[in-house]
């Protein structure tokens, strides 16, 4: 993974090329409302999008291996324990048992061939 650097109160990811449409997606680490955490990106329809990764259904990362958070078909993400999936470009919940829920977004920008994430009140950089 690529080493983290600040650029304006953003925080660099991953260069672009990393992440593919519908493939591998991403993980960096953060500090959710004071808990050690990660968050991830991923490409859909040609555009970057974070999530903290927590499922909506139960406090549990999703990715079934690391970086492996689209189901099979490369539609939806997906939670590997209970099988909830989520609509990659809002991470509202399409089915399971996370009815109503939705994955907490993260901001991020794709500049200069980089995808670089931004902290806000919730999700920060992680403590040093």
């Known amino acids: 993974m690529a080493e983290r650097e600040r650029v304006m109160d953003e925080i660099l990811v991953c260069a672009t090329a990393d992440v593919e449409d519908g493939g591998k997606g ?5 500090n959710a409302d004071g808990t050690a955490g990660t968050g ?3 490409r859909y329809d040609g555009a970057p999008y974070a999530y903290l990764n927590r499922c909506a259904h139960m406090p549990i990362e999703l990715d079934w291996a690391e970086g492996e958070f689209f189901e099979s078909g490369g539609a939806y993400l ?3 324990t209970h099988g ?3 609509a990659p470009d809002t991470g509202v919940c399409a ?4 009815r109503g829920g939705r ?4 901001a991020v920008v794709e500049r200069d061939q980089q995808i670089f ?4 009140d919730y999700v920060r950089p ?3």
């Open 84 to 86: 909830a999936i989520y």
């Open 26 to 30: 991403v993980r960096f680490a953060v």
């Open 117 to 120: 994430w931004q902290p806000d």
């Open 126 to 128: 992680p403590a040093a």
């Open 40 to 42: 991830f990106v991923v």
């Open 78 to 80: 997906m939670c590997a």
């Open 95 to 98: 089915g399971g048992p996370c």
């Open 103 to 106: 994955l907490r977004p993260i």
